[in-house]
C-alpha cells in the first residue's frame, strides 16, 4: 500500500533524510505547518533571505492598502491565495484539499496591515517584522493561515528544492514537467509570473517536498496562547513605569469581569492589544530572544511526528496487507464500519498500536490521530466514503455510502471530552438526522481507569450500555502486558 513519498516515487527515506526532507503522505494532511519565525531563527542565509522577502511583499501590500481602495482583481491578485495542497500539509484527514487563503482572509490582511507595520516614528521594539503578529490579532487569521501564506510566499524556493531532489533520485516516470501557477512577484509589473518545473507527480498533480527545519506542530513560536499565559512577564518588560502600571490596572480591570469558568480571557486579550498595541511588541521581542528554544522545540515535534506517522504506522499498514479477509466487503455499510473499526481496536489493544499516542511516556490526546488511522484503512471499498462531511448541522467525522438506503456516519470521541454525554445524547442523533440514516457508530478511546469509569458511568445514565454502535477502544498503557518493556523504549 503506498502511502507516503517515498512509497510513491520508490526512493529511500535516508535519500529525503540527507536532503532534510519530511516524508509526507500521499493519502491525507499531517498535522505540521510552516513557521515563518523558524526562517528569521535560522543560521541558514537563504532562510533568513526568505523571511525578508515574506515581510518585502507585505510592505508592498502596506504601501497600496494606505492608497485607498483597491478594486476586487486587486485584492484577489495580491491578497487572495490558494492553498498549496501539493505539500500535503494541514488540517485534512482525507486527501488534501483545505479550504486555503479566501476572500475573507484577503480583508482580514488588509485590515491588519497597519498593526504589523508600527509607527516608524517610533524606535522600534523588535528585531524584525513578523507576519505571525496577525494571529495575535485573531480577525480572520490562524496557523493554518500564516502557513499556507508563507507557502505561496517562498513558493520558488520550495519548487527549487523538490526539483533538484526529484532530478538526483526519482526516475523520469515518476516525474512530469508542470506549468506552476504563482511561482514568484515581479513588484515591477505588480504581478505573480507563472514558471515551469520538471516534478514528481503522483495521483494527477506534482508534489513538493518541505524542509524539516522550517515545519512545526500545533501552534507557531508567535501565538495567542503564548502571550497570554506569559503577560505578567510582557507587561513587566514596559520600560515605562506608568505604562506599566495602566496596563496592569486594566488587565486586572478587564479580568475581574471573567468568570471563574475562564471563559472570557480572549476577550480580554483581544481588548488589551486594541487599546495598547505596544504589548504585541514586548511579547514578539520576548519570544525573539529565546529563538533557538523555538529551533529545537519544532525540531523535537516534527521528529515526534515523523516517528508516529511514518515509522509506526508502516507497521499497521504490513498487518493490514498481510490479512486477506479483511477487504472483503460485508453486507451492509454498519458492518463494514465495525470491521474496520474492530481491526482499529485489535491494533489499538493488542498489537502495540496504543503506543502511536503516547510521546515519551505520557498519552497524546487527540482525535484526529484517530481519524488519520481510521482513513488509512479504507482502500478497495465499494462504499462511499467521506470524512469531514457538512450538511448544515456541523461536520461528520465520517460517512459511509452504499446509495440512498445505506448509510453510517462515524464519530471519534475522546473519553476526557467534557462534553462526551451531551455529544452521545443530543449531536449523533442530529447528525443522524441531517444525513437522514439511523446508522450510527460512536468510537470512544480511553487512556486510563478513570475516563473507562467515566465513560461506563455515561452509558449506563443513557441507558446505552449495550449499544452494539458505541465501540470503546482501549488505549492506556498501564494494562498491557508488555508496557514495561515499550515504556522504556518510549522514553
Known sequence: MKVYFSDWFDVEPSLLEKHGAFNVSLINDLPLFIDPFLLFASTKPEYQALHDEVIRYLAYLRDFANDGELSTDQLKHWFRFPEVRQLWLGFSVSGNGGTGLGLDFA??????????????????VTKAKHLEKLCLFREGVGRDHVSDFTANLIKKFLLDYTSAFAKAHIAKKHRATVAVD?????????????????????????VLLTPKDILTKDDNWINRSDMFHDLKKVIAALPDAELRTRVNHYVQQQLAKVPKSGKGKDKVLDALIQKYPIVVDYFIRRKENTKSQAVQQSADRVEESDTRFVEQLHQLITRLENDTNFYETPATTFEECMTRLRFLKEE????????????????????????????LLWRDTVSDFNSEVNNGRGPVDFKVS?????????????????KLEQGIAKQVPIYEKANRTKSSIIAIFFFTSQQHNTVKRI??????????????????????????????SDE
Open 107 to 124: 480583508k482580514a490582511l488588509r485590515r491588519n496591515m497597519g498593526r504589523l507595520f508600527s509607527d516608524s516614528t517610533r524606535e522600534p
Open 348 to 375: 489499538i489493544e493488542d498489537n502495540d498500536g496504543w503506543r502511536l499516542f503516547y510521546v515519551k511516556g505520557e498519552p497524546v490526546e487527540r482525535e484526529l490521530d484517530f481519524r488519520v488511522l481510521f482513513r
Open 402 to 418: 452504499r446509495g440512498r438506503k445505506d448509510k453510517t456516519i462515524v464519530e471519534f470521541k475522546l473519553a476526557s471530552n467534557r
Open 459 to 488: 452509558l449506563r445514565r443513557l441507558k446505552r450500555e449495550k449499544d452494539r454502535g458505541i465501540v470503546l477502544i482501549n488505549c492506556r498503557k498501564d494494562n498491557k502486558a508488555s508496557a514495561s518493556k515499550a515504556s522504556d
Open 182 to 206: 504563482r511561482v514568484y512577484f515581479d513588484y515591477d509589473k505588480g504581478l505573480w509570473i507563472p514558471k515551469n518545473y520538471n516534478l514528481p507527480y503522483a495521483k494527477g498533480d506534482y
